[in-house]
Nanobody, 122 residues
């Protein structure tokens, strides 16, 4: 069982990026999926989550209105569209999965992918 994140890069402030997370197994189509990030010298923080059905999403206050999480069950992927990027969004971004619980609960993710670096230049 693996999660593979991709799509990071260098972008100017105000620009956009789309991150993608591919799951290696179809069973993940029913899992809650989340994105987290960790900036240098800071703790990992929650960014966004989406339910298995994709009917529900949840965002941190710092990205709500700028980022959008979505999933494609046919491709077994979860995307994070990031708009109006700021220097404060610079971090390593991780995707994660959990089989249940509450969408708003951010501490119970059990499967993690490797990170992808996002750098926003001001």
């Amino acid at each position: 069982v693996q999660l593979q994140a991709s799509g990071g890069g260098l972008v100017q402030a105000g620009g956009s990026l789309r991150l993608s997370c591919a799951a290696s197994e179809r069973t993940f189509s029913t899992y809650f999926m989340g994105w987290f990030r960790q900036a240098p010298g800071k703790e990992r923080e929650f960014v966004a989550a989406i339910s298995g059905s994709a009917s529900f999403t949840y965002y941190s206050d710092s990205v709500r209105g700028r980022f959008a999480i979505s999933r494609d069950k046919t491709k077994n992927t979860v995307d994070l569209r990031m708009n109006s990027l700021k220097s404060g969004d610079t971090a390593i971004y991780y995707c994660a999965a959990k089989s249940g619980g509450l969408l708003r609960s951010t501490s119970d993710y059990t499967v993690w992918g490797q990170g992808t670096q996002v750098t926003v230049s001001s």
